[in-house]
């Protein structure tokens, strides 16, 4: 399967603990969005990375809030201090940026629920 | 800013019958505009593009969107509705930075 994956795809956890996921996009992809979804909304774009570049954070991304793309091919996100408001499924999103239209393609998500 | 609106949060439609799935788009500039499907527990999977040139753009399964500059839509369509497709769509259109700036959903049931 050569589509973006996700892991884990499922993560509970207790309010306070720190929860890591990971996103391996399409290979030869060199950009990477991250999104959040609520129940009832649709995604809400979170960061993008650019290679290893992370080039744009939105204001929803607090300060518990932090991403890596190391080596500019899987990508991490990291919540620290979990909250109950972080409870969401969280995307990843992989496109080639040789056009400006090049479309973006989703993993399957990972689903936080915070306790 | 670039937003779109999807005006029903729910359609239902026979089997068998067409189906329209609605999107209003905002942009400055050039529209580029998505549309998505979701199925239960799953990520996006993309359906189809409109970038330029024809109106009516095919995708994926079956379905097809018709892009109206001065109506500002981008109403998703289909000429005959399986049970299968049920599912949540999504419109979206690309803002600057090449970040998608997704609508609320519309949550499509397919009757028996």
């Known amino acids: 399967d050569t589509g973006v994956s996700q892991d884990p795809r499922h993560k509970i956890t207790k309010r306070g603990q720190n929860v890591t996921f990971r996103c391996d996009p399409i290979?030869?992809?060199?950009?990477l969005y991250w999104y959040r979804q609520t129940l009832g909304q649709g995604p809400e774009f979170l960061t993008y990375?650019?290679?290893?570049?992370?080039?744009?954070k939105s204001r929803l991304l607090s300060d518990r809030f932090s991403a890596e793309r190391p080596k500019g091919s899987f990508s991490t996100l990291e919540i620290q201090r979990t909250e109950q408001g972080d409870s969401a499924m969280y995307l990843c999103?992989?496109?080639?940026?040789?056009?400006?239209?090049?479309?973006?393609?989703f993993g399957p998500g990972t689903r936080l629920t915070v306790l | 800013a670039q937003s779109v609106a999807q005006p029903e949060d729910q359609v239902n439609v026979a089997e068998g019958n067409p189906l329209t799935v609605k999107c209003t788009y905002s942009?400055?500039?050039?529209?580029?505009l998505f549309w998505y499907v979701q199925y239960p527990n799953r990520g996006l999977q993309f359906l189809l593009k409109y970038i330029t040139g024809d109106n009516l753009v095919k995708g994926s399964y079956g379905f097809e969107a018709e892009f109206n500059k001065s109506q500002t839509s981008f109403h998703l369509k289909k000429p005959s509705a399986l049970v299968s497709d049920s599912a949540l769509y999504f419109c979206a259109v690309r803002d600057k930075d090449d970040k998608i700036i997704f609508g609320k959903g519309t949550r499509l049931h397919i009757l028996p």
């Open positions: 942009v400055s500039g050039n529209p580029y």
């Open positions: 999103a992989s496109s080639t940026q040789l056009l400006p239209t090049d479309t973006q393609y």
């Open positions: 990375f650019q290679n290893e570049a992370q080039l744009e």
């Open positions: 290979s030869e992809h060199n950009r």
